[in-house]
């Protein structure tokens, strides 16, 4: 993976740190459970032995997913094409992208089985 500058290369370090992983740990969950969400259509994603439901949001029937990953509990959230950023130009486009939050806050996104961190 080709690290584009300081500032994405100090995010990626944050959310490591944060989620006690290494960086392949982190990036190959996240592309898992992109890639059973929104290439697979699965309706539970697994993770080290864990299964989670896939759900749908109430509003825009988006996908998403609660899991746990080294103790953390976080988020994976299919991107809604209706609002105004980049990553719901893609979605719209036709990728396939899924935002991920720890605690609330945005943390990473993986689109089309490549992922970047926020920062």
């Known amino acids: 993976m080709e690290i584009t500058s300081f500032r994405e290369e100090a995010a990626r370090t944050r959310i490591i740190i944060s989620l006690g992983a290494?960086?392949?740990e982190l990036e190959q969950m996240l592309i898992s459970v992109w890639r059973q969400t929104l290439v697979d259509g699965a309706k539970h994603v697994e993770i080290d032995g864990g299964k989670?439901?896939?759900?749908t949001t109430a509003k825009r029937g988006l996908k998403q997913v609660d899991f746990q990953f080294d103790g953390r509990d976080l988020r994976g959230l299919e991107q809604n094409?209706?609002?105004?950023?980049?990553w719901a130009k893609m979605a719209r486009e036709g990728k396939k992208v899924m935002q991920f939050l720890d605690a609330?806050?945005?943390?990473?996104?993986?689109?089309?089985?490549?992922?970047?961190?926020?920062g």
């Open 22 to 24: 290494t960086m392949p």
């Open 52 to 55: 989670y439901p896939v759900k």
């Open 81 to 86: 094409p209706e609002t105004k950023s980049r």
């Open 104 to 118: 609330g806050k945005y943390v990473a996104v993986v689109v089309d089985g490549r992922m970047k961190t926020y």
